[in-house]
């Protein structure tokens, strides 16, 4: 097949221009599923591949002790944060993606922060109350 | 400064428009006739709608502790069946595809990488097919 050279000779392949960008919630989603790639990692790990259990699960007192544990707890409370922040900021974009009306789109800003607290809320009392159990 | 080519039409209200060859007017969720981006995108979304399930599945299963040592004794015997440990090998393709691909997605379209997106989206599946085949004996063989 011909081709026709539109690149002068001697000269670079030029880097194509920057995709465009949604925004803060472009920034937000990638900063948080940055951290949530080192997160998971820890916590799958932690959880399921160093553990000497059946289908790599800890029992009900390996649980606790792990919990309980300083720097696991503010580990996991952090995990916790980047999920639910990342879930909500992917919903927010599925959503919009329909083309809601601006009032509808104010709507499913503020139902999915309140969802973002109630998971943030509960996650936190789970946690909080088996570390306290240990 | 307005100098875009149709940056005065963007608040407009309408249809979202997307770069591609064959994007079916069904939406995101239709992969057919998409190019590599398009399907990419598309199992991406389906993959972290997965996820959010699982995100609340997995809160739900957490609360039996809750509960005390028996009903979690009564859980752990279910979850280490073989049919709930091959779900376990689904939500790690969905982990693994999801950040990998989000790596992907964060390289181009920051522009660190931007015309690399094929490359990237082919060795990142290497890297994720040996890592679930990893996980997968690790799972299967802690049975």
Do not use: C
């Not at chain 1, 002068?8 to 949530?36: F, M, N, Q, V, Y």
């Not at chain 1, 696991?72 to 995990?79: N, P, R, V």
Request: glycine letters at 12%.
């Amino acid at each position: 097949m011909a081709t026709i050279k539109t690149r002068p000779e001697g000269t670079r392949r030029r880097a194509p221009a920057r995709a465009p960008r949604a925004g803060w919630s472009w920034i937000a989603t990638t900063l948080t599923g940055i951290g949530l790639l080192i997160l998971l990692t820890v916590h799958m790990v932690a959880n399921h591949f160093v553990v000497a259990s059946v289908g790599g699960l800890r029992s009900y007192r390996q649980i606790l002790e792990y919990i309980a544990n300083p720097a696991i707890f503010t580990i996991e409370a952090i995990f916790l944060l980047f999920v639910t922040v990342h879930a909500m900021l992917g919903l927010r974009g599925v959503l919009l993606d329909l083309d809601p009306s601006p009032r509808v789109q104010r709507w499913i800003d503020a139902g999915l922060v309140a969802l973002g607290l109630l998971t943030l809320a509960y996650g936190y009392f789970l946690i909080g109350t088996l570390a306290s159990r240990a | 400064m307005n100098d875009v080519p149709g940056a005065d039409r963007r608040a407009e209200r309408g249809p979202v428009l997307r770069k591609g060859v064959g994007i079916p007017a069904s939406g995101w969720f239709d992969p057919r006739g998409r190019a590599l981006g398009g399907f990419a995108f598309s199992l991406n979304r389906v993959t972290g709608l997965g996820l959010v399930f699982y995100l609340y599945l997995h809160l739900g299963v957490l609360s039996l502790l809750l509960g005390g040592e028996r009903s979690w004794s009564d859980f752990l015997r279910l979850a280490t069946s073989w049919a709930f440990l091959s779900l376990d090998i689904l939500l790690i393709f969905g982990i693994l595809y999801h950040g990998l691909n989000g790596i992907r997605v964060a390289l181009v379209g920051s522009g660190l990488v931007a015309d690399r997106q094929r490359a990237l989206w082919w060795s990142l599946g290497v890297i994720g097919t040996i890592a679930l085949i990893a996980a997968t004996l690790h799972i299967y063989g802690s049975k």
